[in-house]
Structure formats: structure tokens, C-alpha cells
């Protein structure tokens, strides 16, 4: 089943007098089940992409579906979950409750898929902190758990294993794939070759297009 389909994406920037096209008709399909790897130098389009993806950007051209219900906008986190760059913790929670937060916007209660996420990223032992009493490797950790706590339809990460040591990293490649065989479609945009490796599929962004491969 594609739960992403994108045909003709286009998304343009104006700097002063200069237009800078960030999408230059861009086409993706991602399905459910499969965990797809978009890479790419900085400024290529990457995060411009999942912010479209995400209904945080409007395309100046070119049309956008996600699973069932259209556009991004106005889907819910069972249905769109995102780790962004910036992570969005919200400081005035712990980790454990942030991790918890879509579950109580959706009302269904996941504690126990919460405690078993915590667990697996390595941050069972922090649920009681705040933001500003992790690191920004256990922030960003706390920040992927959040994301797959309700098994969205789909999953986009942007950098998510940025600030990870190795074994961390694999923590969190390993749970994005468990949550893409449990039927979600999951997107990261990554520098991390290990996460290209573990990846179902990899694609190419250069200059605000997208090409199917690693790059050369």
C-alpha cells in the first residue's frame, strides 16, 4: 500500500532579488513497511522536502498525498508523526511525558508501548527528567520514541541518529525499523551511511532533485 505519493513538487525560496528553487519537481512514492533513507549533501532540498511532507510548507506547484486523508495538514499523530532537526520537546514535561503527549492528544493509552520505547532507545532511567536535564542525545532520543509511540502511518525523521554515538545510533535505526515491518512508512533524511545500509531504499537528492540511489 503507498502511503506517500508526490508527483511535480515544487518549492521556491526568495532571498531579496533571488529566487532559489529548493524542489524542482520532485516524485516519491513511499509505502507502508518500508524504511527509505533520503540523502544528500546540506541544501539540496532534503529538509525543504519533509517540511512539505509535513504540511509545515506549501508547494508552489505539484500535488501531495498521505495515506487516505489527502494533504498533511490536519492529520493527526496516529496518522503523521516527524522528529525534526529542532526536536520539540516540550520543556516543561519530563521525557516520559513527552513521550506520551501524542498518546494523550489521540486519547488512547499507550503507557506501557511508551515504557518499551523508552527502554529500547536507552532512556528508561531518564523518564523523570526534564528537557534541559538530558543531553542532546537523549533529547533527540526522546524525540524519536515520541514519534513512534502511536505506529503512525508514516514516520519522517530528519537526522535522527545526529547527535549518537554509534551504539546509540543503532538504538534508533533499530526502533525505526521495527516501527517500519510493524506497517509504518518511515522517511529519514540522513548523513548516516549505516542508517543507508539498513535502509529499504535509498534516494538521491542534488540541487532540489530526487534520483533513485546513494550518491556517487
Not at 509511540?149 to 525505526?176: I, K, M, N, S, W
Request: aromatic share 2%; glycine share 12%.
Amino acid at each position: 500500500m503507498t502511503t506517500v505519493t508526490a508527483t511535480g513538487l515544487v518549492k521556491r525560496f526568495h532571498r531579496g532579488a533571488e529566487t532559489v528553487t529548493a524542489l524542482d519537481g520532485v516524485d516519491l512514492e513511499v509505502h507502508a513497511g518500508e524504511l527509505v533513507a533520503l540523502v544528500g549533501p546540506s541544501g539540496s532540498g532534503k529538509s525543504t522536502l519533509l517540511a512539505v511532507l509535513c504540511g509545515w510548507e506549501t508547494p508552489d506547484a505539484g500535488t501531495l498525498r498521505i495515506g487516505s486523508g489527502g494533504a498533511p495538514r490536519g492529520l493527526g499523530w496516529g496518522e503523521l508523526a516527524l522528529v525534526p532537526q529542532a526536536l520539540g520537546l516540550v520543556p516543561d514535561l519530563s521525557l516520559a511525558d513527552n513521550v506520551l503527549l501524542p498518546t494523550r492528544l489521540a486519547a488512547p493509552d499507550a503507557s506501557v508501548r511508551a515504557g518499551e520505547l523508552l527502554a529500547a532507545v536507552g532512556i528508561a532511567h531518564l523518564a523523570d527528567r526534564y528537557p534541559h536535564q538530558a543531553s542532546l542525545g537523549e533529547q533527540q532520543r526522546a524525540a524519536v520514541a515520541r514519534a513512534l509511540v502511536l505506529g503512525p502511518t508514516l514516520v519522517l525523521a530528519d537526522e535522527p541518529t545526529a547527535h549518537q554515538d554509534r551504539g546509540h545510533a543503532d538504538d534508533l535505526l533499530d526502533a525505526l525499523a521495527d516501527t517500519a515491518r510493524g506497517g509504518s512508512a518511515v522517511l529519514l533524511a540522513t548523513h548516516d551511511e549505516v542508517a543507508w545500509s539498513r535502509a529499504d531504499r535509498v534516494l538521491s537528492m542534488r540541487d532540489g532533485r530526487l534520483h533513485p540511489g546513494a550518491p556517487a
